[in-house]
């Protein structure tokens, strides 16, 4: 969707996004480039060859403290200001509680977790009044899917962890989260690649959503543009959950009878 087609309703803003050289994160920086903010983008890797020229990017692993400080040094160097935070960047391991080692477990939760608390903490001073955040949590915050003992546990984190900024920092900072569902990147992939029948288990999980499809970046993207623009002032301390009515459906779905 070329720049034209957006309303240039976060002009003038500046925006972090962890994690936004691919899938969910991605999306959400060219949306916001086309919104009309300015972007600066993090990952583990160097910056992707086909990154937006327009957004700046630096390395940095969330999970490492000395990382987000060098991340909030950026953001002072670049925009003296912030007026938005996206804590996109999360990995996931696909194991029960009985197979997960210690070692997941820091290396999941340092992302998923502790990266989220510790890039807000860092950014919230360095945010403008009104700011916001926005944390991309999961249904599986939730609602625990089988095999995802640790990535599910990491969500319920991030959705208390949204709610108390959303308390503490109030009226200066809004706090937000946006839980999706089956959204179509990488990482719902090897979700699926964990059942017996990875095929039959996509087949299964599509037909269970009244929408009808699987969610593409795209959507959360749609969603967090909102959350971060001055018309969901109001907006604050909520787990917005976009997964195409999978979570509304009854277990008794049509479809398996």
Not at 37 to 63: K, M, Q, T, Y
Not at 119 to 139: A, Q, T, V, Y
Not at 164 to 181: E, M, T
Not at 207 to 214: K, V
Request: aromatic share 6%; charged share 20%; net charge negative.
């Amino acid at each position: 969707m070329g720049d034209g087609q957006y309303s240039k309703r976060l002009a003038g803003k500046t925006a972090v996004v962890t994690g936004g050289g691919r899938g969910i994160g991605r999306a959400i920086v060219e949306r916001f480039m086309g919104e009309g903010a300015a972007v600066l983008s993090c990952g583990r890797s160097e910056r992707p060859d086909n990154f937006p020229r327009e957004a700046h990017w630096i390395r940095a692993d969330v999970s490492d403290t000395g990382d987000v400080r060098a991340l909030g040094s950026a953001v002072e160097r670049i925009f003296g200001r912030l007026s938005i935070l996206v804590n996109n960047a999360g990995i996931q391991i696909e194991k029960t509680v009985l197979e997960t080692t210690d070692e997941d477990w820091e290396t999941l939760m340092g992302v998923n977790a502790r990266g989220v608390f510790a890039c807000s903490r860092e950014m919230i001073p360095l945010m403008d009044e009104g700011g916001s955040i926005i944390n991309i949590g999961s249904i599986s915050g939730s609602t625990a899917d089988p095999g995802l003992a640790l990535y599910n546990a990491s969500k319920a984190f991030v959705h208390g962890l949204t709610r108390s900024i959303a308390v503490d920092h109030g009226p200066k900072i809004r706090c937000n989260a946006i839980s999706p569902g089956w959204i179509m990147t990488e990482m719902a992939d090897a979700a699926f690649a964990v059942a017996d029948d990875p095929e039959k288990a996509k087949r299964d999980a599509l037909a269970r959503h009244p929408a009808g499809r699987f969610g593409d970046p795209s959507d959360i993207a749609a969603l967090a543009s909102w959350l971060a623009s001055d018309d969901a002032l109001f907006a604050t301390g909520q787990c917005y959950t976009l997964d195409g009515g999978l979570t509304a459906a009854s277990p008794l779905n049509p479809c398996l009878f």
